[in-house]
């Protein structure tokens, strides 16, 4: 049975930091990317930042470069989020998501966790 259980989000205040969590199950969890990817009230779905397999490459969205960053511990199973330097306009609902693409295939097998949320209010 596949699980990604998200922790980590709570209200902090404005220039604060949080660390989220990813924990991962019932699949390889080395071969699929890893994405966060987060929702505000009234807003749609939007990528925070993804990293590869292996770890060898990240991308943030521009709203995020310099302040966020993504990790993962394959030994863990496990995907981490460190924000830093938080705004208001971060609140949202923060997803972490696991996909992988069968090579020549193209089969996507595509997970999501229930969601954390994250408030940044003073």
């Known amino acids: 049975q596949v699980q990604l259980v998200e922790s980590g989000g709570g209200l902090v205040q404005p220039g604060g930091s949080l660390r989220l969590s990813c924990a991962a199950s019932?699949?390889?969890?080395?071969?699929?990317?890893m994405n966060w990817y987060r929702q505000a009230p009234g807003k749609e779905r939007e990528l925070v930042a993804a990293?590869?397999?292996?770890?060898?490459?990240?991308n943030y969205a521009d709203s995020v470069k310099g302040r966020f960053t993504i990790s993962r511990d394959n030994a863990k199973n496990t995907v981490y989020l460190q924000m830093d330097s938080l705004k208001p306009e971060d609140t949202a609902v923060y997803y972490c998501?696991?996909?992988?693409?069968?090579?020549?295939?193209?089969?996507?097998?595509?997970?999501w966790g229930q969601g954390t949320q994250v408030t940044v209010s003073s």
């Open positions: 019932g699949f390889t969890f080395s071969r699929y990317s």
């Open positions: 990293i590869t397999s292996l770890g060898g490459s990240t």
């Open positions: 998501n696991a996909r992988y693409t069968i090579p020549m295939s193209g089969a996507l097998f595509d997970y």
